[in-house]
């Protein structure tokens, strides 16, 4: 019975010492180590001394029984879960262990796939609310900067870089993947900087086509060209004293490119079709979820343009690095939505933490905040249930999202495997359907014959 000290240790508690036993070698074939006590009394003993994982007891014994034991563990350890094995149609009994603070029950005879699976499941969760708790616990500095919020060891050393560039002049580089909040983070830096009372511009460099974004930002003056009626100031002039944002900059034009870098330097704007240069004052943010330094490299983006702008570059972390700021972000959002709702939403159900915290956030905050936008709107309880969230996150499993989670209730058929794995490549290639036929090897009608079937 002896165990290496970090692996995951099931502690077994029943007086009938071959149920002990058996469970035990079973349990040993599956990878998973445990330990065994035929007395309540004894296993609470060797949880003074030891830690385990999950406990797994029977209800009926002599002495302490199985439902005391989960009430006396709930007060001294609640964070290991606590199976407790009732016998089978004895539902009052499982009610009772539930309302005693045990995780989850399995009924007798043990059918030991069921039980490998509930114990995986109660190590998982015991292993998340213990990196929650770490989390926590190492994050007593800040918990915001402007209104960028977060509190993991990511976002602490964002915001020591946040403070010292919000009182300097000096041009910025925003990177990240997108939705990890590079324009709140320019804006937040405009809000707590000395230009804070001047204006905060900001301009998709992405969104608009060369000549446009030429006048765009430096303006034009009066028949500059065929939809020139007016005179315009542009951005740089509107921005003055304040702060500009260039967002999406891994986009712009090699040419504009050219003229951007120009303005930057001299500090000055000559408005499309005027021979007159402007001064401007504006401090120069710039973002985008590009890599400029290979862009750089493969000739896509004018160096001395990429040194100009990149004085100070700051890097946002991608979400599903950011650990127990994701249940943070979510409460926030949650709260944000209840109240412009006017819905009295104020929790998560149970389960909901966990999915959210294993999901992998490819679209980072925007996507935690569209999901919490839609779990208000859609919710009829008091809490946001594991129904209000999309299947993506409540069926994301290490990585795919296709197979149901470790409770059976949640495991599907092969077709239904079929459907998802055809439903996930063709939002990997944006609806794509001859793309996603060359990657499933099945012609288009197959697809869509397939998808349809299931009310897709
Ligand atoms: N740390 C944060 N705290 C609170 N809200 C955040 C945070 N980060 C992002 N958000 C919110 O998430 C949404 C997306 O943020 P934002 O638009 O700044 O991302 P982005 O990185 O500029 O995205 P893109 O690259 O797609 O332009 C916004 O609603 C923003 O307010």
Same mark, same amino acid.
């Given at each position: 019975m002896t165990v290496a000290p970090h692996e995951s240790r099931v502690l077994i508690v029943d007086d009938e010492r071959n149920m002990c036993e058996l469970i035990e070698t079973d349990l040993r074939l599956r990878g998973i180590p445990s330990e065994w006590f035929t007395s309540a009394q004894e296993a609470i003993e060797a949880i003074h001394h030891q830690d385990y994982d999950v406990v797994l007891t029977d209800v009926r014994m002599p002495g302490t029984t199985?439902?005391? $034991?989960?009430?006396?563990?709930?007060?001294?350890?609640? /964070?290991?879960?606590?199976?407790?094995?009732?016998?089978?149609?004895?539902?009052?009994? *499982?009610i009772l262990a539930m309302r005693s603070g045990a995780y989850d029950f #399995?009924?007798?005879? #043990?059918?030991?796939? $069921? =039980?490998?699976?509930?114990?995986?499941? %109660?190590?998982e969760h015991r292993r998340l609310t213990e990196q929650v708790r770490l989390l926590e616990s190492s994050q007593q500095q800040a918990t915001s900067f402007g209104e960028v919020l977060g509190q993991s060891p990511a976002m602490q050393g964002l915001y020591d870089q946040l403070e010292q560039v919000a009182h300097s002049d000096a041009a910025?580089?925003?990177?990240?993947?997108? &939705?990890?909040?590079?324009? @709140?983070v320019a804006r937040s830096i405009h809000a707590s900087g000395r230009r804070s009372e001047k204006p905060f511009v900001a301009v998709n460099c992405a969104a608009l086509t060369?000549?446009?974004?030429?006048?765009?930002?430096?303006?034009?003056?009066?028949?500059?060209?065929?939809?020139? +009626?007016?005179?315009? +100031?542009?951005?740089? @002039?509107? *921005? /003055?004293?304040?702060? $500009?944002?260039?967002?999406?900059? &891994?986009?712009?034009?090699?040419?504009?490119?050219?003229?951007?870098?120009? %303005?930057?330097?001299?500090?000055k704007v000559r408005p499309v079709g005027s021979d007159k240069e402007m001064r401007f004052d504006v401090r120069v943010l710039t973002a985008t979820?590009?890599? @400029?330094?290979?862009?750089?490299?493969?000739?896509?983006?004018?160096e001395? =343009?990429?040194?100009?702008?990149?004085?100070?570059?700051?890097?946002?972390?991608? !979400? +599903?690095?950011?650990? %127990? /700021?994701?249940?943070? !972000? *979510?409460?926030?959002?949650r709260d944000r939505f209840a109240a412009s709702e006017n819905k009295p939403v104020a929790g998560f159900a149970e389960g909901v933490a966990e999915k959210l915290l294993s999901y992998s956030w490819p679209g980072n905050v925007r996507e935690l905040r569209n999901v919490m936008e839609r779990a208000i709107a859609l919710t009829r309880y008091d809490k946001i249930t594991l129904e209000d969230l999309p299947e993506k996150v409540r069926n994301f499993q290490g990585g795919t999202l296709i197979f149901g989670g470790f409770d059976p209730a949640? !495991?599907?058929?092969?077709?239904e495997v079929q459907r998802r794995y055809i439903k996930h490549v063709m939002d990997a290639v944006g609806g794509n359907q001859t793309q996603a036929a060359r990657i499933l090897g099945l012609d288009?009608?197959? #697809?869509?014959?397939k998808l349809k079937q299931d009310g897709e």
């Open positions: 199985g439902l005391q $034991l989960c009430q006396q563990l709930s007060q001294v350890r609640p /964070d290991i879960p606590v199976i407790v094995m009732t016998a089978f149609g004895t539902l009052e009994t *499982a #399995i009924t007798k005879p #043990i059918e030991m796939d $069921l =039980l490998s699976i509930t114990l995986k499941r %109660a190590m910025v580089l925003i990177t990240g993947e997108s &939705g990890t909040g590079k324009e @709140l060369e000549p446009l974004l030429e006048s765009e930002l430096f303006g034009h003056v009066k028949g500059a060209f065929t939809d020139a +009626r007016g005179e315009r +100031r542009g951005l740089f @002039l509107e *921005a /003055d004293g304040g702060t $500009l944002l260039l967002d999406e900059m &891994g986009e712009m034009p090699m040419t504009m490119q050219v003229k951007l870098l120009r %303005a930057l330097e001299e500090r979820n590009r890599d @400029l330094e290979t862009a750089v490299t493969e000739g896509r983006f004018r001395d =343009l990429y040194y100009r702008i990149n004085v100070i570059g700051i890097e946002l972390p991608p !979400l +599903r690095s950011r650990g %127990a /700021d994701i249940l943070r !972000l *979510a409460e926030h959002f949640e !495991l599907v058929s092969m077709e288009r009608k197959t #697809i869509y014959r």
